[in-house]
């Protein structure tokens, strides 16, 4: 059983503020990691994705790798109130292959207040 | 260009009754997916297809089959739906040049009473 785990949520910061969101995976050999923002309603849409250790930034977003721990987190800094949405977290564990299975977490509810 | 096209955007079922949900994609993309999202379940996994001409479980796959009709669609069926199959149902496809990061179809809203 592949397992991702994310913070139950819900997640709610003031605007302007860094929204950190966190996720947890069980299969050590993982590869690579995203991130995807759901809209209420709609469907999921890449933020970022990152397969090293350390950190890769995208503009107001930074997505964070340990592989060590197994945990990968996503920080967004001067949180938006049109960033409030589902965070979701997706690991693909396929190796040495063409095919990349995403296995998700919950997802975590990000509210950002005015 | 549409990306991932799925249709019916909504659909209302009787129990018993049998549907196809339709997916293609222009991206040219060789791997394609079928995931169920629930309330509190996250999207799990229901069939894949990594190329054309092969399909394979995932995940929750009882009740489902699939069709790689071609490289740009990829259909998943009901035979004899039942309540249990009230979903969102999401088509994606994916390209290891892309990274495998996936684009997402809009979802098809099943209810099945």
């Known amino acids: 059983q592949k397992e991702v785990e994310q913070n139950s949520g819900p997640l709610s910061v003031p605007e302007g503020a860094i929204a950190s969101l966190n996720c947890t995976y069980s299969d050590r050999g993982s590869q690579s990691f995203f991130w995807y923002r759901q809209y209420s309603g709609k469907s999921p849409e890449l933020i970022m994705f990152?397969?090293?250790?350390g950190d890769k930034e995208d503009g107001r977003f930074t997505a964070q790798l340990n592989k060590a721990s197994q945990y990968v987190s996503l920080l967004i800094r001067d949180s938006q109130p049109s960033d409030s949405a589902t965070y979701l977290c997706a690991v693909n564990t396929d190796r040495g292959s063409t095919l990349g299975r995403l296995y998700f977490g919950r997802g975590t509810q990000l509210t950002v207040w005015p | 260009n549409a990306g991932v096209t799925q249709t019916p955007k909504f659909q209302v079922l009787k129990t018993g009754q049998s549907m196809t949900l339709q997916c293609a994609q222009d991206?040219?993309?060789?791997?394609m997916y079928w995931y169920r999202q629930d309330p509190g379940m996250g999207l799990r996994l229901i069939y894949y297809?990594?190329?054309?001409?092969?399909?394979d479980k995932g995940e929750v796959p009882n009740g489902y089959n699939v069709s790689r009709l071609n490289k740009r669609e990829f259909s998943l069926r009901l035979e004899s739906a039942a309540p249990s199959q009230t979903s969102v149902y999401f088509c994606?496809?994916?390209?290891?040049?892309?990274?495998?990061?996936?684009?997402f179809g809009s979802g098809t809203r099943l209810t099945v009473v």
């Open positions: 991206m040219n993309h060789n791997s």
């Open positions: 990152i397969y090293s250790n």
């Open positions: 297809s990594a190329s054309e001409g092969t399909t």
């Open positions: 994606a496809s994916s390209e290891m040049t892309d990274n495998y990061g996936y684009t």
